[in-house]
Every structure is written in C-alpha cells, then in structure tokens.
T-cell receptor, first 115, second 116 residues
C-alpha cells in the first residue's frame, strides 16, 4: 500500500546537484512527506521532511508542489558517499485521527554518484 | 550514528523455530517501531510500542509479537518461523510528546534473519 512512486534508479556526477523526484498523488492533507536513505543494507537514515512548505537543512532541500502531489529532494553537491537508495515516504496515522503514525516505504530510487 | 542499537547483527534459524530480536532506543526516546525489509524491498511496518503497550500494527500475523520495557528498549518475537520471514529487521526509535508532537524516527542498523 505504498503511497509514493519513484524512478528505480538515477545517476549523478560527483559535485553536481542530484534531483530526486517523487509522486504522491493520493496524499492526504495532514500527511507529511519524509525522505530517508539507506546505504547498502544499513538502517535507513533520516534526511528531511515537510508538509506543504519547502524545507532545507544541512543535508538537503525538499521542494513540495503547491498541490502536494509531488516533491523533489535536492542534494546540492553530490559526493560518492551519497550513493544509496533514497526513499520518499508518506507518514500516515496508524489509527484514523490518532497521534501515532507509521512510515509507508516504497521501493525507492537507487542514486549512483559517478566520479 | 543514531544511538539506536540492535542485537544480534545476524542469525540463522530453522523453519518452525522461534526468535527474539532486541533493540535499544536512542537516549530520551520513548517509542519504538519495528519494520521488516525483504531483499530488494522497502521496509514494511510491523508494529509500534509506546509506554510498554502495542500502539498500532501493520499487516502481520499474531506470531509476530513484541515487548517494550520500562527503559524503552524493545524485543520482537517471531514464532513458528517460515522461510518468508527471512529479512532485515529494523527498529526505529522516536520521541512522542504530549499534544501529538513527535520527533522523527531514527533507525538502528538492523538484524539480518535467515530462515532455512
């Protein structure tokens, strides 16, 4: 019951910006978009999240379209260590109207940063 | 490093056996969620524990059960192991505050379970 679709793989040249797209056309108004990455079967690493405004932190920027049906994760200067599977995730309540929530992962995008 | 630890790192079990996996949450976190990640797939939510009680469950049968202890560490137990239970099991800790405020989930390195 994944709520996001992502391209299975992308390449990026080292030092260039990596732009990873994600579609979440069925997202509900109170559901957040999260991005995590996973390097070779390690635990997923939190990157950034947002609801409807664009967000930026020390790792990346998140651009969410005004209709919230898609978003883009931007790594401004990709390095070889950024090679990983990037997951675009919708955080949903476990119970309708409840405070507890779960992350629904899709299959992610394998980003390969090339030297 | 997230401060979330899991043990063991990997283990091999036989079909029909039982297994217990352990997770220590990040300092200050009070909620633990467990996920199953099959090879080539994204993690799938199993359940969440808060205040030592199960706080929500995904589409997993009752033979998947858990515990949370007063120090917020947690265990995942799987009975009657099946071949399809072979996967990376991840725990994630977070902080749930009053008024629906919560932190992000931080994942441990996982336990690789192989069922033969």
């Amino acid at each position: 019951d994944a709520k996001t679709t992502q391209p299975p793989s992308m390449d990026c040249a080292e030092g260039r910006a990596a732009n990873l797209p994600c579609n979440h056309s069925t997202i509900s108004g109170n559901e957040y978009v999260y991005w995590y990455r996973q390097i070779h079967s390690q635990g997923p690493q939190y990157i950034i999240h947002g609801l409807k405004n664009n967000e930026t932190n020390e790792m990346a920027s998140l651009i969410i379209t005004e209709d919230r049906k898609s978003s883009t994760l931007i790594l401004p200067h990709a390095t070889l260590r950024d090679t990983a599977v990037y997951y675009c995730i919708v955080r949903v309540p476990i119970f309708h109207g409840g405070a507890t929530n779960k992350l629904i992962f899709g299959t992610g995008t394998l980003l390969a940063v090339q030297p | 490093e997230t401060g979330v630890t899991q043990s063991p790192t990997h283990l091999i079990k036989t079909r029909g056996q039982q297994v217990t996996l352990r997770c220590s949450s990040q300092s200050g976190h009070n909620t633990v969620s467990w996920y199953q990640q099959a090879l080539g797939q994204g993690p799938q939510f199993i359940f969440q524990y808060y205040r030592e009680e199960e706080n929500g469950r995904g589409n997993f049968p009752p033979r998947f059960s858990g515990l949370q202890f007063p120090n917020y560490s947690s265990e995942l137990n799987v009975n009657a192991l099946e071949l399809d239970d072979s996967a990376l099991y991840l725990c994630a800790s977070s902080l749930m505050l009053w008024g629906n405020r919560r932190s992000e989930q931080y994942f441990g390195p996982g336990t690789r379970l192989t069922v033969t």
